[in-house]
């Protein structure tokens, strides 16, 4: 169960919001009261508010007058609930709310005690939300009718702390144990849709998380620069930096997660348009030496997946995986993996090598690239297929501390 609160200073365009009346409400007839206390009965957005005015202009003037509570159970919880079962659940969320008091970390106090069950509210049903989730809305008079003010003070953990422990006497899940069971299926979702899309765009992927039925939240700089992200599913919602291995669904992370997820799809592409332009090499005739997909003497094993995702099982030199080791130190270098792997690809013949220059600018078509000669050894070979690993991925630098 969520719960949201908030002392705000348009209160009256809050109540006309909550009873329905607002413009704003496509549905009406799907909210419902559920219970006023301290007011006359029946009584229209105006009327409540005129009544809470009463109350107000016998105090000290205050800018937020008003207290606006939402309070969002999971569906399943309340699929069957009448309007004495709402009624129950807040008098038990505002029986939680108004009990407590909070403490900073110096002991001192920060918030006193609420006084609810003695102020103005009304209280609404609302069922005409998008994510189809029934969810409670009131709005409370900030003075109560001893004239004592609620304190808004950490207002938004006293709502969150009542839902809490009103979930757990109920025996329902609490609102971090939901969250923090959908963020492993969150995170799927979004690697998923990275990995059917044909190239990087943030609006696909926006709309592609949308059909899947999130929202995406998005949080722009002053100059209108995107710096972040959040995604939203019924009454959850999910910063990008909680999804992910290591944050690579954040906003600045997400192409480079994309281009890992499809890095042999784009070098089998390269490989198809390079041998379109370039004269195919002499290469040394095939013997029984260049077999690596069975076991010999001094050999290790090594899988790779092509890029239709089949798996595939070779048998490699174990001084030539040593040097792959050692060239792409997994501590040194962040994408060590995607490097042996496009290195192991090019040493066993999986890859045909694609013409890129490894030289600098200047004329003519002519590659440098490796090709492996009829008197290369299997380290020499090595070495040529690492330098083109390099030039085709680029070696990524891991940040952070290291030991």
Same mark, same amino acid.
């Given at each position: 169960?969520?719960?949201?609160?908030?002392?705000?200073?348009?209160?009256?365009?809050?109540?006309?919001?909550?009873?329905?009346?607002?413009?704003?409400?496509?549905?009406?007839?799907?909210?419902?009261?559920?219970?006023?206390?301290?007011?006359?009965?029946?009584?229209?957005?105006?009327?409540?508010?005129?009544? $809470?005015?009463?109350?107000? /202009?016998?105090?000290?003037?205050?800018?937020?007058?008003?207290?606006?509570?939402?309070?969002?159970?999971?569906?399943?919880?309340?699929?069957?609930?009448?309007?004495?079962?709402?009624?129950?659940?807040?008098?038990? =969320?505002?029986?939680?709310?108004?009990?407590?008091?909070?403490? *900073?970390?110096?002991?001192?106090?920060? /918030?006193? #005690?609420?006084?609810?069950? +003695?102020?103005?509210?009304?209280?609404?049903?609302?069922?005409? /939300?998008?994510?189809?989730?029934?969810?409670?809305?009131?709005?409370?008079?900030?003075?109560?009718?001893?004239? +004592?003010?609620?304190?808004?003070? +950490? !207002?938004?953990?006293?709502?969150?702390?009542?839902?809490?422990?009103?979930?757990?006497?109920?025996?329902?899940?609490?609102?971090?144990?939901?969250?923090?069971?959908?963020? #492993?299926?969150?995170?799927?979702?979004?690697?998923?849709?990275?990995?059917? $899309?044909?190239?990087?765009?943030?609006?696909?992927?926006?709309?592609?998380?949308?059909?899947?039925?999130?929202?995406?939240?998005?949080?722009?700089?002053?100059?209108?620069?995107?710096?972040? &992200?959040?995604?939203?599913?019924?009454?959850?919602? &999910?910063?990008?930096?909680?999804?992910?291995?290591?944050?690579?669904?954040?906003?600045?992370?997400?192409?480079?997660?994309?281009?890992?997820?499809?890095?042999?799809?784009?070098?089998?592409?390269?490989? @198809? %348009?390079?041998? !379109?332009?370039?004269?195919?090499?002499?290469?040394?005739?095939? %013997?029984? $030496?260049?077999?690596? %997909?069975?076991?010999?003497? *001094?050999?290790?094993?090594?899988?790779?997946?092509?890029?239709?995702?089949?798996?595939?099982? =070779?048998?490699? #030199?174990?001084?030539?995986?040593? &040097? =792959? @080791?050692?060239?792409?130190?997994?501590?040194?270098?962040?994408?060590?993996?995607?490097?042996?792997?496009?290195?192991?690809?090019?040493?066993?013949?999986?890859?045909?090598?694609?013409?890129?220059?490894? *030289?600098?600018?200047? *004329?003519?078509?002519? /590659? +440098?690239?490796?090709?492996?000669?009829?008197?290369?050894?299997?380290?020499?070979?090595?070495?040529?297929?690492?330098?083109?690993? %390099?030039?085709?991925?680029?070696?990524?630098?891991?940040?952070?501390?290291?030991?």
């Amino acid at each position: 169960m969520i719960a949201k609160a908030k002392a705000i200073s348009y209160g009256i365009n809050d109540l006309r919001y909550i009873t329905g009346e607002s413009k704003h409400k496509k549905h009406p007839e799907k909210i419902y009261r559920v219970l006023d206390n301290l007011l006359p009965p029946e009584l229209d957005a105006m009327g409540i508010w005129n009544s $809470m005015q009463l109350t107000l /202009s016998q105090h000290r003037p205050i800018k937020n007058s008003i207290i606006r509570i939402e309070l969002s159970p999971s569906p399943e919880h309340t699929s069957f609930y009448d309007i004495e079962d709402w009624q129950k659940l807040w008098h038990e =969320f505002a029986e939680e709310f108004d009990k407590q008091t909070i403490t *900073g970390k110096d002991g001192k106090v920060r /918030s006193s #005690p609420t006084n609810l069950a +003695n102020s103005k509210y009304t209280v609404y049903l609302h069922m005409e /939300s998008k994510g189809k989730v029934p969810h409670l809305h009131a709005a409370i008079c900030r003075f109560d009718e001893n004239g +004592n003010i609620n304190n808004d003070h +950490n !207002i938004h953990l006293r709502a969150q702390r009542a839902a809490e422990r009103v979930a757990v006497k109920r025996g329902w899940k609490t609102a971090e144990e939901i969250r923090s069971r959908n963020i #492993p299926e969150v995170s799927r979702e979004c690697m998923e849709v990275l990995r059917t $899309m044909p190239s990087w765009s943030w609006e696909e992927y926006k709309k592609a998380l949308a059909r899947r039925g999130y929202s995406v939240y998005e949080r722009k700089d002053k100059k209108d620069v995107l710096r972040g &992200y959040a995604i939203l599913k019924g009454n959850a919602k &999910y910063k990008a930096s909680e999804l992910g291995v290591a944050r690579n669904l954040m906003i600045s992370k997400l192409p480079r997660t994309w281009q890992k997820l499809h890095y042999r799809e784009r070098l089998a592409a390269q490989v @198809n %348009t390079s041998q !379109i332009h370039r004269p195919e090499p002499v290469r040394r005739p095939t %013997t029984d $030496m260049d077999d690596y %997909t069975h076991y010999r003497s *001094g050999s290790v094993s090594y899988t790779l997946s092509s890029h239709s995702g089949r798996e595939q099982r =070779f048998y490699i #030199p174990e001084r030539v995986l040593d &040097y =792959f @080791n050692d060239e792409f130190d997994y501590r040194e270098v962040a994408n060590s993996s995607e490097l042996t792997d496009i290195a192991v690809a090019i040493f066993v013949g999986m890859l045909d090598t694609p013409a890129i220059s490894a *030289g600098g600018g200047g *004329g003519g078509s002519q /590659s +440098n690239l490796p090709w492996r000669d009829k008197d290369d050894d299997d380290l020499q070979w090595a070495r040529r297929c690492a330098r083109t690993a %390099t030039l085709l991925l680029g070696k990524k630098p891991r940040t952070g501390l290291r030991r």
